[in-house]
């Protein structure tokens, strides 16, 4: 907490009470990672990007792979050095400050939050496509009342599972990890060797069809959805047994899995489509499939029925698993928010069990509003997609801050090149928010602004003892870093055509498409290098994040957090 002169102080007794519980070890770390990744992304992710960049999606793959595996090296070092739970929210807050935290915590929270209702949206949207007579989604992709009914079931499921514990999250995660990992398997396996065609990667116009371009298009279609969630590790790790040895590589093993799997179904897809459907161009690969059940509608085409059998079942299991491990870790960020000092102390509570209960139930009841006519699967991909990263994009200067204000702090793992690595990361991350285009960037920054209009109006309610001191120096670099995207992403090149239906209100933007593609992305390079810059120069001072890492210290020490947190900024 914070006093009216800014000094980092504990909350009065009686704010937050009990503790988390050290629970995890490596393997339950690595497959909550792992379990996040492998979700409806591997269902539904390859026919998109198919459809964006035709065989060279494959590139959109080893480039998505590659910026979000230097985004998990910077999350790695923070993570094993920072041992916190909801970390994503932690890390900008010490380096600075209030308003820099609750902007990480903020768009962490609204990807968080919304993923397990989407990937539960997801598993019923796939069961729609191949047993029609169900009747849970609208032609649209929104849920039907019957929908909306057993929608809700599933996220009380996750929530009930959650409250029990996070080892109960944990283990339940593991068991559901040995089918996640079993049935993509057993999918590339077959598809290669039953149907192949190889013809298919020049096809329709040759490897690259679209270009350059629908390459870096493909990323937010579905692309960098499937290979989000390294960073759940780093969520709970306020409830990892050794922290200091097990986060970061639980980050770096699950990442590299995701993305060896990833790549080797988009290499199965392209070969297992039927050649005549490709010929003179990929806009339709699978005809009549729409978005929903690409790979069973070719294990069907391939004679292999009992394979797409097994598809309809994992249709459920996957993106259900994924969606379980959300329910807990966007409660770790509410939770994280709340011991910062951005929201009520009630969402900081943690109970007998030591999970924070509150924060469980309000996560399932903003879940539940994600279900309401919203846009569908592939239209939600891309906001979550941009605000997902925009929060990694925070851990990079958070990073070059932290290194020169707290340089003496032991670091389990350390950034190789992060001279090179840190700045380079932020670009990449820039390039994906960018190539989510305008409408997708205009939306996702209506909810930021609702965010801050809950930061600020909270803070004029709460008693004076208990007030968070902006220092604007430290965090004034990050209205000028979003506002500057969202007029490059207003006067670029993406998106190319006009976005899908199902947007609130019917509304659709497209950008003015003035700069040239090409000159576009230098201009993002060259602006995301003066904002990194900038940034790392204007951080907390070193007596508040020394000050700060004291309490960090504190909480790994005791096995949880308690009321003594990081929740102040110097005036």
Request: aromatic residues 12%.
């Amino acid at each position: 907490m914070a006093n009216v002169s800014g000094e980092v102080v504990a909350p009065p007794p009686g704010v937050f009470e009990g503790e988390l519980k050290r629970d995890v070890g490596l393997r339950g770390l690595t497959m909550i990672s792992l379990g996040s990744i492998i979700g409806s992304g591997w269902l539904l992710g390859a026919l998109g990007a198919a459809q964006s960049a035709g065989p060279a999606s494959l590139l959109s793959w080893i480039l998505a792979g590659a910026i979000l595996g230097m985004l998990a090296l910077v999350h790695a070092e923070l993570g094993s050095t920072y041992p916190l739970s909801g970390g994503t929210a932690r890390f900008p807050f010490l380096a600075f400050g209030a308003l820099g935290g609750f902007t990480g915590g903020w768009m962490g929270w609204i990807q968080a939050v919304t993923i397990a209702p989407i990937e539960v949206e997801a598993a019923l949207g796939y069961m729609q496509s191949n047993f029609h007579h169900i009747g849970f989604v609208h032609s649209n992709g929104t849920l039907t009342g019957l929908g909306i009914l057993v929608a809700a079931f599933c996220m009380a499921g996750f929530t009930w599972i959650n409250v029990m514990g996070v080892r109960w999250l944990a283990e339940s995660n593991n068991i559901t990890m040995i089918w996640k990992l079993f049935v993509p398997t057993l999918t590339i396996i077959v598809l290669l060797i039953v149907t192949f065609n190889g013809s298919n990667f020049k096809a329709g116009g040759g490897f690259a069809p679209f270009g350059a371009k629908g390459i870096f298009a493909a990323l937010p279609l579905g692309v960098v959805f499937a290979l989000e969630g390294f960073e759940q590790a780093i969520q709970v790790g306020g409830e990892s047994r050794d922290p200091q040895h097990d986060i970061h590589r639980a980050v770096l093993i699950s990442m590299a899995i995701g993305t060896v799997i990833y790549l080797l179904l988009e290499v199965a897809f392209i070969g297992a489509i039927d050649p005549k459907n490709v010929v003179h161009n990929w806009t339709n690969p699978i005809p009549g499939q729409g978005e929903f059940g690409p790979y069973a509608t070719l294990a069907t085409t391939a004679g292999v029925g009992w394979l797409a059998t097994i598809l309809y079942i994992d249709a459920v299991i996957s993106p259900g698993g994924t969606g379980l491990v959300y329910a807990g870790t966007s409660a770790r960020l509410s939770y994280g928010l709340s011991r910062n000092g951005y929201v009520p102390p009630a969402l900081g509570q943690v109970d007998k069990r030591g999970v924070p209960f509150v924060s469980l139930i309000f996560c399932w009841v903003i879940g539940m509003l994600v279900f309401l006519p919203f846009p569908s699967w592939a239209g939600m991909v891309g906001l979550v997609t941009a605000a997902t990263v925009l929060m990694y994009a925070m851990a990079p200067p958070s990073l070059a801050a932290l290194r020169r204000s707290d340089p003496d702090r032991p670091r389990p793992y350390k950034l190789p090149a992060a001279h090179i690595m840190a700045p380079l990361s932020f670009v990449c991350a820039n390039f994906i928010v960018y190539w989510a285009g305008w409408n997708t960037i205009f939306w996702l920054y209506i909810f930021i602004i609702v965010g801050f209009l809950v930061f600020f109006g909270y803070q004029a309610l709460t008693p004076a003892g208990r007030k968070l001191v902006i220092n604007w120096k430290a965090a004034g670099w990050i209205p000028p870093w979003l506002i500057g995207l969202g007029i490059i992403s207003y006067l670029g090149q993406f998106p190319t055509s006009k976005p899908s239906s199902g947007w609130p209100f019917g509304i659709a933007l497209l950008a003015q498409q003035d700069i040239p593609f090409w000159v576009d992305l230098g201009v993002v390079a060259v602006f995301s290098l003066v904002i990194y810059y900038w940034a790392a120069a204007v951080a907390m001072p070193t007596e508040y994040v020394r000050k700060a890492v004291e309490v960090v210290d504190e909480e790994a020490h005791i096995g949880g957090l308690l009321a003594e947190h990081p929740a102040a900024t110097v005036a």
